[in-house]
């Protein structure tokens, strides 16, 4: 006599076939939001192409507003003097989609977050996105000048200082980056201090490592003068303690944590 096999539990193929449809739209919704963000980076990228040489332009006048008289930016591939405007141009559609891609990622998100994680990014995010373009803005009208103006005065006698185009190009791209990622030390402080990492009183005792911190990595990835090493060090301070006041009024311990109310 066999011995009847157990019954299925009820509905779980149900079970299985929701879980399916529901990842399948989640990816579907997660392939729209791609297919915005990237339209809008190439709607962009068409847009400046016909401006690609003026914004290469803009983008070398800190330096060569400093070069010796008669020298000039240089090209020492076949393809640079086409290629590189085209990588800016890029880099320019990037860096102006980033509210709109920011907003997608935001609202595919944003449906699984707590109701206190939603209070707390939504502000978050709006000061990571200003303060990495104010972080660009300062590389390009502050540090970059200061850095050529030194750079230049130091260059050995007999030798002229012509810098490759694709090379000018690396170079201020990383400084953005690193100028526009250090500015977001205050958010970084704020969800350091939500997630309950730090606490008021540990930010404050811990601000001469801060110091020493800024300045360590200023002396990193600035040119090798005092002048932009303390153009950056200067305002990481600055924004340390703009994140430490902005913990005082914002931030409740354990803020972000899923039983926090």
């Known amino acids: 006599m066999t011995t009847p096999e157990p019954d299925a539990p009820e509905n779980s193929d149900g079970v299985g076939e929701s879980l399916q449809q529901g990842l399948f739209s989640h990816l579907l919704e997660l392939r729209t939001r791609l297919l915005k963000s990237v339209a809008t980076v190439v709607l962009l990228l068409l847009a400046l192409v016909p401006f690609a040489n003026r914004l290469y332009s803009e983008l070398a006048a800190p330096l060569v507003a400093r070069l010796p008289h008669g020298a000039h930016l240089i090209a020492t591939e076949v393809t640079s003097p086409f290629i590189t405007p085209l990588k800016l141009a890029f880099y320019t ?9 920011l907003y997608q990622l935001w609202a595919f998100v944003s449906p699984g977050l707590y109701k206190h994680e939603k ?36 260059t050995p006698e007999g030798v002229e200082m012509m810098t490759d185009i694709s090379h000018y190009l690396d170079f201020v791209m ?6 526009g990622l250090c500015f ?16 008021l009183d540990k930010l404050r005792s811990g601000r001469r490592y801060a110091i020493v911190g800024a300045f360590a990595i200023a002396a990193l990835i600035t040119p090798p003068d ?11 301070c ?13 931030v409740k311990p354990g803020s972000l944590r899923p039983d926090a109310s």
């Open 93 to 101: 559609a990037l860096f102006i989609s980033m509210p709109v891609i």
């Open 238 to 250: 600055l924004l340390y303690e703009l994140g430490v006041l902005a913990v005082r009024w914002l």
């Open 119 to 154: 209070r707390l990014a939504r502000p978050l995010l709006v000061a990571a996105m200003g303060l990495f373009y104010l972080g660009c803005a300062f590389a390009y009208f502050l540090v970059l000048p200061a850095a050529f103006r030194f750079l230049t005065a130091v």
């Open 174 to 179: 990383l400084m953005f980056f690193a100028f």
């Open 226 to 236: 005092i002048t932009s090493m303390m153009m950056l060090g200067i305002p990481m």
């Open 184 to 199: 977001e030390v205050p958010v970084a402080v704020v969800v350091l201090a939500a997630v309950g990492v730090v606490d």
